[in-house]
Nanobody
Framework: QVQLVETGGGLVQPGGSLRLACAAS????????MGWYRQAPGRQRELVAS???????NYADSVVGRFTVSRDNAKDTVNLQMNSLKPEDTAVYYC?????????????WGQGTQVTVSA
């Protein structure tokens, strides 16, 4: 069984910073990609940032220059540093990992953590 556990999130004022962390645990062979998605009320879930196990990162246009994704392959963790937060960043943020197990590669999700940007 594979589990993704997220920490971080909360309430922050516009212009502030938050850091999200996610740790994968369980039995698996590899995690080619880890990342973060978000879903605001009434909107579809969207990719925020992802990173491969060789460090290649991809960002949504709306967060370029403000958010930084990083991972520790030895610890199977991924982090999202969010700076210069805006009210439109308010959403539930979900950790995602594409994980290789005996039955192939599958998507796994964390439970979600709320990020609220408000004065």
């Amino acid at each position: 069984q594979v589990q993704l556990v997220e920490t971080g999130g909360g309430l922050v004022q516009p212009g502030g910073s938050l850091r999200l962390a996610c740790a994968a645990s369980g039995s698996f062979f590899a995690i080619p990609t880890m990342g973060w998605y978000r879903q605001a009320p009434g909107r579809q879930r969207e990719l925020v940032a992802s990173i491969t196990n060789n460090g290649g990162a991809n960002y949504a246009d709306s967060v370029v220059g403000r958010f930084t994704v990083s991972r520790d392959n030895a610890k199977d963790t991924v982090n999202l540093q969010m700076n210069s937060l805006k009210p439109e960043d308010t959403a539930v943020y979900y950790c995602n990992a594409k994980i290789v197990r005996l039955n192939g590669i599958n998507d796994y999700w964390g439970q979600g953590t709320q990020v609220t940007v408000s004065a």
